[in-house]
Each structure stands twice: as C-alpha cells, then as structure tokens.
C-alpha cells in the first residue's frame, strides 16, 4: 500500500519485480525472508514506524536470526510524518533493531550517501535496514567522499569537543560546528551513519577531545546517544 512516483516509474519499467503486499506489514517481510530464500535479494520498503514496530518479530525471526538476505528499507523515519503524530513517528528502531544479531543499521545522512547505501547493499551478503527520511537534506560538502559502512566520516575537524550525528542531523550538527568555530570553539563533526556496527575506534578517538555530543532523529534511550554511551 505504499506508492510514490519513483516505485510507479520503477513498476512500470520492471512489472515483474514489485510486489505489493498491502498494509500487512508482517507478511511483507515474510515474503521477502521468502524470496531471499529462493536466491533473490529483496528490498522490503514501508514506513519505519510500522516496519520495525509492527513487524518487529519477524523482522527478528525471520530476517536477522535467519540470517536471509534482506534489505529493510524503512521511509518516513524519525518525525518526518510530523502532524500524524507519535502513532507514526519512528524514534524507538534504532533501540529495536540494534541488538539483532546479523543486521547491519545504516541512517544515511544526505542523498549521495543513501545512493551509495543502497548500492552497498544491494551488493551485501546479509540483512540490512536502510533507515531513511522524505525530509530534504542538503548533501554534506565534503571532498573525496567514499561510504565505508561501519566506519564514522569525519565532517568537520575539531579538538575541542566532538558532536555526533547520524542521519538528517548531521548537516545540522555541521552548522552548529561552523557557528562554534566564529566563537572560537572547533568542534569536530563525525557522520556516524552506520549505528551496528558501531565505529568503537572512532569514539576512542572522540573521548579526546574531552566532550562528547551526540545528535539524532530518535530516542536517546537506545538509540546513537545509547550506543555512544
């Protein structure tokens, strides 16, 4: 039951390769433990709140402690469906999804790095959930960028503290550092757009700067600030 311009262009081009399972969020994701089965790499795509909420035993039995691959796409992540209220927000996943064994949890921050996730994952041996938002986000500026999932990307340098973000914060958490900076405060920026695994030597390396902040579009309380602390 979910469309959008870009799935009706895709359905138009590759009929074959949609499914369209309805509101029935479980069985979506039984379906594609099934065709992982069966060779293929599916991407399962719904909103964020109902795929990893109503979904969630299968999403553990199925996907994760089976160890199918499958590509969990979860839409319309953190607050972006804003006045529907807390029955659609999705800031608890990350508290749900991160001690499944085998699931790699990827929040990309920009539009390039989601179309690098996606390849990535399309290529990866195993379960993945893409957690991604409809709400538009300039793309980072940073030279030389290359999506290496489980390592954190350094925005902004610093030694004063560090502030870390995943997701649609991090270009907030880029013009908090440039704001500090005209004070005379260099904050460093880290991309932590992979929250498991967790980049343990990067954090090392934060702890450094005496100070840490952690930024992001979900619940504290097991979510990137949990996995930081």
């Known amino acids: 039951a979910v469309g959008s311009s870009k799935l ?3 359905q138009k081009r590759f009929p074959d390769r949609v499914i369209t399972v309805g509101i029935a969020d479980q069985v979506m994701v039984g379906v594609g ?9 599916p991407f399962v795509s719904a909103a964020s709140c109902f795929l990893t909420g109503r979904a969630l035993e299968q999403v553990k039995a199925d996907i994760a402690y089976a160890n199918f691959n ?3 796409v979860g839409q319309s992540s953190g607050i972006a469906y804003g006045e529907l209220g807390a029955t659609h927000h999705s800031i608890e996943d ?3 999804l991160r001690p499944l064994t085998n699931l790699t949890v990827i ?4 539009a390039w790095e989601t179309a690098e996730a996606v390849k990535w994952a399309a290529a990866h041996e195993g379960p993945v959930y893409l957690r991604l938002s409809r709400m538009p986000v300039p793309n980072l500026d940073i030279p030389n960028r290359s999506f290496r999932p489980g390592k954190a990307e350094v925005v902004r340098g610093g030694s004063h503290l560090t502030i870390i973000a995943c997701g649609t914060t991090v270009h907030l958490a880029a ?4 704001r500090l900076k005209a004070e005379g405060i ?3 920026v880290l991309n932590f757009s992979t929250i498991n695994p967790l980049d343990e030597a990067a954090l090392h390396d934060a702890a450094a700067t005496g100070a840490i902040v952690t930024v992001e579009e979900a619940s504290v309380r097991g979510g990137l600030g949990g996995a930081v602390s």
């Open 186 to 188: 260099a904050a460093r």
């Open 107 to 110: 929040a990309p921050a920009d």
């Open 175 to 178: 013009a908090a550092s440039d």
């Open 70 to 72: 499958v590509k969990l």
């Open 33 to 41: 433990a099934g065709l992982a089965n069966g060779g293929r790499i």
């Open 94 to 96: 990350f508290a749900w």
């Open 8 to 10: 009706n262009s895709f």
